[in-house]
């Protein structure tokens, strides 16, 4: 799997990050409020400039040390008083995992205590840390940051992440920072990596125990024994398979702030980051929850393969209707991953277990299928001649030609005469008339729309 490098932003509380992070994604996601301490958790997406991809990470504020244990909190951020320590966690394993870390500070502030503090933290990292100074909406107020020199963490580039200003020369210096070439492993690990995912107690360590034939990790009914992700290599058929347990998922207002739990959860979504398949494990006997369908979101944000297994098979009551109707419940619930194989199976007596691997090794072969342009097009053609494009006032999208751009996940280009008539229903028609020919079982595809430069001249 491709290594794609980490940038962390860190500062102390409501100083722009989440604005600023805005920004470089290119989108709304963090949440944004003039309270302190609105962001809890990491928020991380992918980023892109000069032709570089990286991870972009926001993290919440790090309070001074000497506030926290003097218990001095900022009154407006009160409501997440009891966070501190749990979100200053969090931003120090983002700085332990970044490659470049960018320590945002507030121009129309100016430097505190606390920024100090935090610069005092990254200096004794090694790692390249930039300086921005956010909120300089106007020349006047940019000029402002020369104060911050006194950091002692070199030069200080001025920026709005409300209006951009100055983020480009930011992002130029990111660039630059980052590695080269991000160091492999010692040795390159080529095992096909499945990760066994799902909430407290659906059979996660159960289900690895079942697959190896014996007893790798403690199984117990107590919700929550996997604290950590454990990996354990096999074989199967010449083909080598990492398998992944991972703790159980469950919803973030169910978690105790600071927590062994919480970091496992943590733990746990990175494991997912780091597989080529997710398995993800339901309760047959609870059925499917939100909880369920959320995980299933943290999989596809991923861009994963993934099986769903529906474990406790053998503890259901059941007549020749009953696994219809559960199936038709998980494929409601699971409606945004239409692609994906269902298997009812017993970690306890081992039914359909043998089933698992194959499916697993049969959906990662299908992130690297690759159709032929033409095909593609004969595939466009007749999508179209069975349903026309939208019109939108008065214009009709045209679909000039489409090609398979990327693998892993497949990823496609259509080239059209206006990308603003492109409407999510038609393009998930035009999917699901590729899935028609090519399957892609278990596996998302990517669909991006292009208008070309005559097309945008209108």
């Known amino acids: 799997m491709k290594n794609i490098p980490l940038v962390a932003l860190v500062g102390r509380p409501n100083v722009g990050k989440s604005t600023l992070f805005n920004r470089i994604v ?6 944004i409020h003039d309270r302190p301490g609105t962001t809890r958790d990491r928020q991380q997406a992918e980023a892109d400039w000069s032709g570089v991809t990286f991870t972009l990470v926001d993290t919440g504020g790090i309070e001074a040390l000497n506030r926290v244990m003097a218990g001095i909190v900022d ?3 009160e409501d997440s008083a009891k966070f501190i320590a749990e979100i200053r966690g969090q931003a120090e394993l983002a700085i332990g995992e970044a490659d470049v870390i960018v320590m945002v500070v507030d121009l129309l502030s100016g430097m505190t205590a606390a920024d100090e503090e935090v610069a005092d933290i990254l200096r004794r990292t090694n790692k390249p840390v930039l300086l921005a100074a956010s909120k300089g909406d106007s020349k006047a107020r940019r000029e402002e940051a020369v104060e911050f020199y006194n950091l002692g963490l070199g030069e200080v580039f001025p920026v709005s992440g409300l209006h951009g200003a100055g983020v480009g020369d930011l992002l130029d ?114 059925g499917i929850t939100a909880q369920d369908a959320h995980i299933a979101s943290f999989i596809l944000d991923d861009m994963r393969s993934v099986i769903v297994l529906v474990n406790k098979w053998d503890a259901i009551e059941k007549d020749s209707y009953t696994m219809r109707e559960e199936m038709d419940k998980i494929r409601e619930a699971l409606k945004f991953l239409p692609y994906v194989p269902v298997v009812f199976i017993s970690a306890k007596t081992g039914q359909r277990v043998s089933e698992i691997i194959p499916l697993a090794i049969q959906a990662h072969e299908e992130r690297f299928v690759r159709i032929p342009t033409s095909e593609i097009n004969r595939i466009l053609r007749t999508a179209v001649s ?3 494009p939208p019109f939108k006032a008065g214009k009709r999208l ?42 892609f079982t278990g596996t998302p595809i990517m669909m991006s729309f292009r208008a070309g430069k005559e097309d945008r001249r209108g």
């Open 386 to 388: 069975k349903q026309a």
């Open 173 to 286: 210096a990111v660039v630059e920072a980052l590695p080269q070439k991000l160091p492999e492993s010692e040795e390159e690990d080529t095992s096909l990596k499945i990760a066994i995912v799902g909430r407290p107690n659906v059979g996660k360590s159960s289900l690895l125990n079942r697959l190896l034939g014996k007893e790798r990790v403690i199984v117990s009914p107590v919700p929550g024994t996997t604290r950590d992700a454990i990996d354990t290599q096999i074989t199967w058929h010449d083909q080598p398979i990492t398998l992944i347990d991972t703790a159980g998922i469950r919803r973030r207002g169910r978690i105790e702030h600071g927590a062994v739990e919480q970091y496992s959860v943590l733990r746990a979504l990175k494991a997912l980051k780091r597989a080529d398949v997710a398995l993800l494990l339901l309760d047959a006997i609870e």
């Open 398 to 439: 045209k679909i000039r030609y489409g090609s398979q751009v990327a693998v892993d996940p497949p990823k496609f280009l259509f080239h059209v005469n206006d990308v603003d008539l492109v409407h999510f229903t038609y393009e998930r028609y035009l999917e699901n008339q590729i899935r028609a020919a090519y399957p």
């Open 75 to 77: 009154p407006m951020a």
């Open 26 to 31: 290119g989108r709304r996601m963090a949440v």
